[in-house]
């Protein structure tokens, strides 16, 4: 947006000025300048806890409020339910006001940094030929002279006008070629693909002049969600995003789970027709959402982890979990979209993204190809959290790689009021370490229905630099609150009252949630201490770390670090990529060479297992504490929790 759609928010008594778009709600922005504003229902306009002073300025009004007539004439706001539309100056009220010298710190850890890849740093598409192709012809109507066959009177016209020598026609080609030159009065469409360096396949032809109608989609097929992309194969414009939760989290959360399942009879095809189903449904809704007609589309391109690659090609998948851990195949030849049951038009072509091994797939590469990492010279640490964490780290040099079991935590998986990150899920929290009351935000501001990954790895952070936990993890017993309870599980804290929830529960996190996240994070450091040390690096040799992945793209830097999932590194150092599968895939449809490209990327990356290596379960084991049990590899982390210990 322009600067002119730019409004101040001054946060009072203690003057702190943050630069906001207009319209965006307050409470987020109270919590993004590391505000402390009391608020218990997640954002859903019930409790009426965060409510502010509004001094000057103007704000609107997003959804109802419950504040008494009275408040609302002392000036008072509710925080979750206003949006701000000019320079406001707002004043916190006294049960909201954090001391001083803890404000102040928090602010410059909670402020939100984030750093997106900056452009010259991402690959460009100028000047490369697309890997879907559409060129218009206009051909000599053959005589009793000239009467050769009409699939030598296009590759001929082809060779004089263009120079192809090297392309060849398809049977589903032929089959059109007939009726579309005389439709079109000797003037036709071609479609071919370009994915191959040797040939050039046409595998559609039509009648007049189609070239201004080509679409590509795009798709990453994650584990727990598969999302697509339309784009103009022309402009290189993306014209709809969409994603849906992959079917198959119906018969397992994790690819150990679908590949068991898939062992049993008739499991293969389920699970590849789950997949198949999913994306079906986000090329509709890519379609509908850009008003754009399918019979338009000429290619497809999809990335994703190896299981899901082969799942979705229903490709037997049993030797990926079994040591040597040995894919059926780490490249795929291109294929009919149809054939797979992708519900386009016969002429579509699909490519996969390579895989580099049974746990390092497509989504990986995809990822490494956007983030160009092969291409410069900064040591990178390249990290997609999840279920399975995969780990990339090099530079145009060199390229090593593993992946590492973290578990489902991340995604709310094993954690008693765990969920993914959908409305109602709390993703964002915030204590008072005075009175140890929590600011928290929903998705969607609704009404608290669980917590999500992002939500979880805020929260314990929180618990732990406020000195509710210790660095194990577990419940300080003589705390001032009765948030602290001992439930039937063990020890726990209140993160939201039933009153104020979806659910009519206490929404709680127990000792025993903590310990999962523990060793959910433990694995991911763990892994790149030992991928490093490899390599013969540690982590101060870093040049930079990006993090990629939906799941990363919610990460807050300084909580991750507080944690002990991300290393202590200054936080300039960081950069977030988003969907690099996702991105890598519109790159590769948009760009015969970047497809090309990938293919080197997967035969030079070299690949460790994590699980072959005796390192790995030492450092994992020395990366269960908080933030590890090395206190100089994370020295200002533990200062800083000295410091509150000191305080309070």
């Given at each position: 947006?322009?600067?002119?759609?730019?409004?101040?928010?001054c946060f009072l008594p203690d003057n702190i000025n943050i630069s906001v778009q207009k319209g965006e709600n307050l409470l987020e922005i109270a919590m993004r300048a590391g505000i402390h504003i009391n608020a218990s229902c997640g954002g859903a306009g019930v409790c009426g806890k965060c409510k502010v002073i509004l001094e000057t300025g103007e704000v609107g009004q997003d959804g109802d409020d419950v504040l008494s007539i009275e408040d609302k004439k002392k000036g008072f706001v509710q925080a979750c339910t206003s949006t701000v539309l000019t320079d406001v100056d707002i004043r916190i009220p006294p049960e909201s006001i954090m001391d001083h010298k803890v404000l102040n710190r928090r602010q410059k850890e909670s402020a939100g940094f984030r750093q997106a890849m900056p452009a010259e740093s991402l690959p460009s598409v100028k000047g490369h030929l697309p890997l879907f192709v559409k060129i218009c012809l206009n051909v000599k109507e053959p005589t009793n002279i000239d009467n050769v066959d009409d699939v030598t009177r296009l590759l001929s016209t082809l060779k004089k006008e263009y120079g192809f020598d090297n392309i060849q026609i398809g049977l589903r080609g032929i089959r059109d070629l007939a009726r579309a030159f005389r439709e079109g009065n000797w003037?036709?469409?071609?479609?071919?693909n370009n994915g191959m360096p040797d040939v050039k396949w046409i595998v559609r032809v039509e009648a007049g002049d189609t070239t201004m109608d080509h679409l590509g989609i795009a798709i990453d097929i994650g584990t727990t969600t598969i999302g697509g992309e339309l784009i103009d194969l022309n402009t290189g414009k993306k014209l709809a995003e969409y994603a849906e939760y992959n079917a198959q989290l119906s018969y397992g959360e994790d690819v150990i789970t679908r590949i068991i399942y898939s062992q049993k009879p008739g499991g293969l095809k389920k699970m590849q027709g789950l997949a198949v189903q999913t994306i079906n449904n986000i090329i509709s809704n890519l379609i509908k959402q850009a008003d754009m007609d399918i019979a338009n589309v000429s290619g497809m391109t999809v990335a994703g982890n190896t299981t899901m690659t082969q799942l979705f090609g229903e490709i037997y998948p049993q030797y990926l979990r079994e040591a040597p851990y040995v894919p059926t195949a780490r490249e795929f030849p291109p294929v009919w979209a149809t054939d797979l049951g992708i519900e386009v038009r016969k002429h579509v072509v699909l490519y996969a993204v390579p895989c580099v091994a049974s746990y390092?797939?497509?989504d990986i590469v995809a990822g490494i190809l956007s983030s160009q990492i092969s291409k410069q010279d900064p040591l990178t640490l390249y990290i997609d959290i999840g279920t399975n964490g995969e780990i990339v780290i090099g530079n145009k040099d060199w390229l090593t790689t593993a992946s590492c079991s973290a578990g489902p935590a991340f995604e709310g998986g094993g954690i008693k009021f765990g969920m993914r990150a959908t409305t109602?899920?709390?993703?964002?929290?915030?204590?008072n370490p005075s009175t140890y009351e929590p600011m928290i935000v929903t998705i969607g501001r609704k009404k608290a229905k669980g917590i999500c990954g992002s939500g979880l790895i805020n929260l314990v952070s929180e618990l732990l630099s406020c000195c509710i936990i210790d660095q194990s993890g577990k419940f300080h017993r003589n705390l001032n609150t009765e948030r602290v309870r001992k439930g039937e599980e063990g020890y726990e804290y209140v993160l939201d009252w039933a009153n104020d929830t979806a659910i009519e529960q206490d929404?709680?996190?127990?000792?025993?949630?903590?310990?999962?996240l523990i060793r959910a994070k433990a694995a991911m450091f763990a892994g790149y201490v030992t991928l490093l040390e490899s390599v013969g690096l540690s982590i101060n040799d870093l040049d930079r770390i990006i993090i990629a992945g939906g799941f990363g793209n919610f990460i807050n830097i300084n909580h991750a670090i507080t944690l002990g999932l991300l290393p202590e590194l200054p936080v300039e150092k960081y950069y977030f990529l988003g969907n690099g599968s996702l991105l890598g895939a519109r790159l590769c449809c948009l760009s015969a060479e970047l497809l090309a490209d990938t293919h080197e990327l997967a035969r030079g990356m070299t690949n460790i297992e994590l699980s072959e290596n005796p390192n790995f379960m030492d450092k994992y084991t020395a990366s269960q504490f908080l933030p590890h049990t090395d206190g100089s590899i994370f020295s200002n982390t533990i200062s800083q929790i000295e410091c509150i210990k000191e305080q309070w």
């Open positions: 947006m322009p600067d002119s759609e730019k409004v101040n928010v003037s036709v469409t071609v479609t071919f390092v797939g497509g109602g899920a709390i993703e964002n929290v915030f204590l929404i709680t996190i127990t000792e025993a949630d903590i310990d999962n």
